[in-house]
Structure formats: C-alpha cells, structure tokens
C-alpha cells in the first residue's frame, strides 16, 4: 500500500511539472479584432488576454498599472502597431527582451492604404503610402490582411510554444478557410450598395471600402479627438446636398448628438458603424461577429425604403 501511494504521488508530481513545463503562452492582444483572430489561432490551448475593453477607443486609451502588469507578464504582445496604439510605443520599450512583440502593420503581405486627407475623398488618388503617420491603422477591416496576419501568428506561437505547434497550425488553416469564406460572402452581400454615397463618421473603414468597391465619400471629423466646428458642419451638410448623400454614420465610441447635428434639415439618414466590436464578446467569432455587422449596418441604412428613425 505505501509503495502505492509513492507510486501515485510520483505520477502526480510527475504530471504537475509536466503541465507547468509545457504551459501555453500568456499573450496580450491590443484591440478586440486582434484578441479575436489570436483566439482563433490558440482555441483549444488558451484564450489571449485583451488590453483595450471591446467599446473603448484606442485613440483616448490609457494604460493603467494593472495593463501594465499584463504587459509585463507577456509571453507575446500583438498590437497594429506605431500607427494606432500610440500609448504603447513607449511602455513596450520597457519590457524584457524575452518578450515578444508583434506590430501586424509590419508583417509582410499585409496590405496598407494612406490617411485620406482633408475628410473628404470624392475622387481621391491616394496611393498607398509608407509605414509612418500617414498609415491608415484599420487594416483588420480587409479579411485578405486578417488571414495573413492569421498564419504570421500561427509561426510566432509556434516559436514560442513548440508542444501546440502543430495545435496552431490547424486553428489557422481552418481560421484562413473561414476568412475566405467570409470575404467570398460579405462581396456578394454589399453588392446591392456598391455605388450609393455615403458620410462616415471619421475615417476608420478605408480597408473596408477598398476591398468592396464602397463610395463613401468623406467623414464629418478629421480627428475623431477634436470636435469638429462649425465651418466643418456647415461644409458636410453642403456634401450631403450636393451628392445625394443616402446615410450619415455614427459610431458607438464617439458623439452621437454630432451626428444628429450634422443631419438636421436633410433628407439623409443615420446608421452606426462601429470598427472594433463594440458590444461583441471576446473570442475566435468576434471577428467575423464584427464584419457581419458592418456588413448588415451598411445594408440596412443603404438600402431603398422609409428614411431611418433618427
């Protein structure tokens, strides 16, 4: 009996270390499109952590000491990159060297499109520009760079985790399947509104536009941090006039009395758009959750019928 308990001790021990031995990756992923297509990739091993709440805007994010200590306990940190989360230029500096850091804006293949200038692109030539400020950080909007960034993850993981390597690979390939299908699906859906004009509310879905032949043709704010005044007001309401506008949309991060603002004595109506998933839970569906949504948002407000309640 006392050879069996030691015998039983042993293995349990022995399947302790094992476990604390080949623990999976702590990984922190910036914004929740990230989170997401990172909990793809790890389904089955372990969930990210996600550094900036689904609703809350990267552009007014800061990092609090209990973000800070996540970072620090980082295996992996994925982030767009000097681009978008500005805040975390500097507080990555700071980690050891033993923990990796992914800037997707960096990876090759990944296709990038310029800022378009002045919130107005009626006509606009912009051809795609180089990895500085006037990079447009949205680029999760475009399902073709989701799947690249999809399979870069897979190898990174893999480096840092050799025991799930081949875990990693077969999420991503089946995660790589369901993007292609995404992308084959949102083309046949947002065909109907190809050419209807439309006003976002700052320029978050250049990426989107892009990969399905949208025409929205300028955005009320500039700077989604700075209110825009009334000379800017009065120049989208002429826009609106003067190109048959269908739709103004808002965004759940940012003043929606702005818009109501900008709508009144027009015959244009509202929608929402939102480019993080605002009100979408954490895990390997929220992106697809996310372009579904945008898709459906775009429809609904786009389409013939009664003018949208505002």
Known sequence: MFAK?????SLLAWALWSFSAHAAPNVVASIAPLDSLVAAVMEGVASPELLIPAGASHHTFTLKPSD?????GADLVVWIGRPLERFLIKPLTT?????ARMAVAEISGVTLLPVRQGGVWINSKDTPGRLNNTIDPHLWLNPANARVIVRRLAQRLAKIDATNARRYKINADQTIKRLSQLDTQLKRTLAPVEHVPYIV???AYHYFEERYGLHSVGSITTDPEVSPGA???LEIRELIDSQHIRCVFSEPQFQPALVSTVLENTDARRGVLDSTGAGISPGPDGYFKLMNHLANSLIKCLQTGNKADR
């Open 231 to 233: 000379r800017r007001i």
């Open 95 to 99: 980690l050891d060297q033993t923990t």
């Open 68 to 72: 800070m200590r996540r970072l620090l």
């Open 201 to 203: 509310f700052h320029d």
């Open 5 to 9: 308990r030691i015998l039983i001790m």
